[in-house]
């Protein structure tokens, strides 16, 4: 067989044929393949069109594995692909946890959720930046390269996220605008793991087993993310989310002290999650609610904020 992802096969294990490749059923921007080798051994195949993301998300996965006791998948190799980008990754056995998160005992989702708590909290412990915004690869490692006013950056972040909102927010703008303007203090950018949720995480035997990816990834404040990460972990997948917040946030005090969120924190983080880089409406819960029922999920923790 020729083409993807059998030519990069040949490139990072010469020795080895591909004996079946599968398309995973949730995915991202990377076209990801799952490559059964004819040893029986399962790698994680992907390629982009954009190479210069993909360097910083696998810079970043490394650093992460070196620097952190936050499980991530073994990065094999990484290179270029004529004007894109690839990379292979272990597979690392398991579930995705997305399917899996909200059937769980209520003692196994409050051990995870301090889990993400513990994972984040150590994040912010091993990654600091002197700007904030988009993180690149740069000579001496990871950079930020926005500006270095939490004020500008901020009101840009959350303005980008309210201008995304769709019709059915429409009468929720103005407020949200307001709510979100001159943001208090002058926090140290840290690490902001964009997707650091159970959709992104692989579970085995009831605790995290890795999490995969790791794209898109900004310095911020530590508030922000904590706002977002317990969203995401937390209001996404429950009714009575107090217990998994709680977990969460004993998992972080754990490592460091939990730092002070600010309600124009909590509002940016529900924004930036509630629609996605395709402009459509994210899909809460599992099973996902999608149309009416999406918009009231999201509508209802804004206006419970505002």
Same mark, same amino acid.
């Given at each position: 067989?020729?083409?993807?992802?059998?030519?990069?096969?040949?490139?990072?294990?010469?020795?080895?044929?591909?004996?079946?490749?599968?398309?995973?059923?949730?995915?991202?921007?990377? #076209?990801?393949?799952?490559?059964?080798?004819?040893?029986?051994?399962?790698?994680?195949?992907?390629?982009?069109?954009?190479?210069?993301?993909?360097?910083?998300?696998?810079?970043?996965?490394?650093?992460?594995?070196?620097?952190?006791?936050?499980?991530?998948?073994?990065?094999?190799?990484?290179?270029?692909?004529?004007?894109?980008?690839?990379?292979?990754?272990?597979?690392?056995?398991?579930?995705?946890?997305?399917?899996?998160?909200?059937?769980?005992?209520?003692?196994? #989702? !409050? #051990?995870?959720?301090?889990?993400?708590?513990?994972?984040?909290?150590?994040?912010?412990?091993?990654?600091?930046?002197?700007?904030?915004?988009?993180?690149?690869?740069?000579?001496?490692?990871?950079?930020?390269?926005?500006?270095?006013?939490?004020?500008?950056?901020?009101?840009?972040?959350?303005?980008?996220?309210?201008?995304?909102?769709?019709? $059915?927010?429409?009468?929720?703008?103005?407020?949200?605008?307001?709510? *979100?303007?001159?943001?208090?203090?002058?926090?140290?950018?840290?690490?902001?793991?964009?997707?650091? !949720?159970?959709?992104?995480?692989?579970?085995?035997?009831?605790? *995290?087993?890795?999490?995969?990816?790791?794209?898109? $990834?900004?310095?911020?404040?530590?508030?922000?993310?904590?706002?977002?990460?317990?969203?995401?972990?937390?209001?996404?997948?429950?009714?009575?989310?107090?217990?998994?917040?709680?977990?969460?946030?004993?998992?972080?005090?754990?490592? !460091?002290?939990?730092?002070?969120?600010?309600?124009?924190?909590?509002?940016?983080?529900?924004?930036?999650?509630?629609?996605?880089?395709?402009?459509?409406?994210?899909?809460?819960?599992?099973?996902?609610?999608?149309?009416?029922?999406?918009?009231?999920?999201?509508?209802?923790?804004?206006?419970?904020?505002?």
């Amino acid at each position: 067989m020729t083409g993807y992802p059998h030519e990069i096969v040949r490139s990072t294990h010469p020795e080895r044929a591909v004996a079946a490749v599968e398309t995973p059923p949730e995915g991202n921007r990377k #076209r990801t393949r799952l490559v059964t080798l004819d040893d029986g051994r399962r790698v994680v195949v992907q390629r982009t069109d954009d190479p210069a993301a993909l360097a910083v998300e696998t810079r970043l996965t490394r650093e992460i594995a070196d620097r952190t006791a936050v499980p991530v998948p073994a990065v094999l190799e990484c290179g270029r692909d004529g004007a894109g980008g690839y990379r292979t990754v272990e597979c690392v056995a398991g579930e995705n946890l997305h399917t899996r998160f909200a059937s769980l005992p209520a003692v196994d #989702r !409050r #051990r995870l959720a301090r889990q993400f708590g513990r994972f984040l909290a150590e994040l912010h412990g091993a990654f600091t930046f002197e700007r904030f915004g988009d993180i690149a690869v740069a000579d001496d490692g990871l950079r930020a390269g926005g500006p270095a006013d939490w004020s500008e950056w901020f009101g840009s972040h959350a303005s980008a996220g309210i201008d995304a909102l769709p019709a $059915p927010f429409a009468d929720l703008k103005r407020a949200l605008r307001e709510a *979100v303007a001159s943001p208090a203090g002058d926090p140290t950018p840290r690490l902001y793991p964009w997707d650091l !949720r159970p959709g992104n995480t692989v579970a085995r035997d009831g605790e *995290v087993a890795a999490v995969p990816d790791w794209g898109e $990834p900004l310095a911020a404040s530590a508030g922000l993310s904590v706002a977002k990460v317990e969203h995401l972990v937390a209001d996404w997948y429950v009714d009575d989310p107090g217990p998994l917040r709680a977990a969460f946030r004993a998992g972080y005090r754990s490592v !460091r002290p939990l730092p002070a969120v600010t309600r124009a924190e909590r509002l940016a983080a529900v924004v930036r999650s509630a629609v996605d880089a395709d402009g459509e409406v994210t899909r809460p819960g599992y099973p996902e609610r999608t149309g009416e029922a999406a918009v009231a999920f999201h509508r209802d923790r804004l206006e419970s904020l505002l």
